[in-house]
């Protein structure tokens, strides 16, 4: 049996490979699938922001301008992609590898963090929703989008089949459902969405003002 160590890293070594026709392969899912949500998740991004498993930075063009950005993803790959991306586009973006397990952060150091489409890659969702939130600034805001278990039972039988494949290869869950993890954790849940039989879901929570603090989202 392989070991944790041994199965992120060639996790990592499996993504880095995927980097180079990632964008693309990303494009073809959301215009005949997901569907185009990612400009929905960057608009309710403000203040100071991190984004989890960043990849190749498809989301950088659509943020707004006045926040401030960081990203961390585990693949030198795809960090590599997105640092161009960034400098084609003119932005200062704090991108640096780290795991999505165990964020290099302080507690309370974002007013918003953001994932998209990582969840269903990271090994563990339970400890990377955690860790979200353990950065989050009380009041800020937590925007995940991700393709989830469907609605529909026969749709989610042939999810399970697809993962006999994609979970032994590159760790791709599709029956994940993230929201369960956020109410877990005490998040308000404001704004909520699932499309395509119910393939896609969007979020928006927020965590619970601490009384007394001193440390609100600065927006």
């Known amino acids: 049996m392989m070991s944790a160590d041994g199965e992120v890293t060639r996790l990592r070594g499996y993504w880095d490979k995927q980097s180079g026709g990632y964008d693309r392969e990303m494009g073809f899912w959301e215009r005949r699938l997901f569907g185009q949500h990612r400009g929905w998740v960057t608009a309710r991004a403000t203040g100071d922001v991190l984004e989890v498993a960043v990849g190749t930075g498809l989301n950088l063009p659509s943020y707004p301008d006045d926040v401030r950005l960081t990203g961390v993803d585990f693949s030198p790959g795809m960090l590599a992609i997105a640092r ?17 397990h165990a964020l290099d952060f302080p507690d309370a150091s974002f007013d918003t963090v953001v994932c998209t489409f990582g969840l269903c890659a990271i090994p563990d969702e ?6 979200m939130t353990r950065v989050l600034r009380p009041g800020g805001r ?9 609605s529909a039972p026969p749709v989610r039988a042939l999810q399970w089949l697809i993962e006999r494949i994609s979970i032994p290869v590159g760790g791709e869950h599709f ?23 119910g393939l896609v879901e969007r979020l928006a929570a927020r965590k619970p003002l601490v009384a007394g603090a001193d440390d609100a989202p600065r927006g």
Do not use: I, M, W
Request: charged residues 35%; hydrophobic residues 40%; without cysteine.
């Open 84 to 100: 161009h991306r960034a400098g084609e586009l003119g932005r200062t973006v704090d991108l640096r590898e780290g795991d999505a």
């Open 126 to 131: 339970r400890r990377a929703v955690a860790e």
């Open 142 to 150: 937590l925007l995940l989008l991700d393709h989830v278990a469907s």
């Open 175 to 197: 029956r994940r459902r993230p929201l369960n993890q956020v109410r877990a954790l005490g998040l308000d849940v404001v704004e909520r969405q699932r499309f395509r039989l």
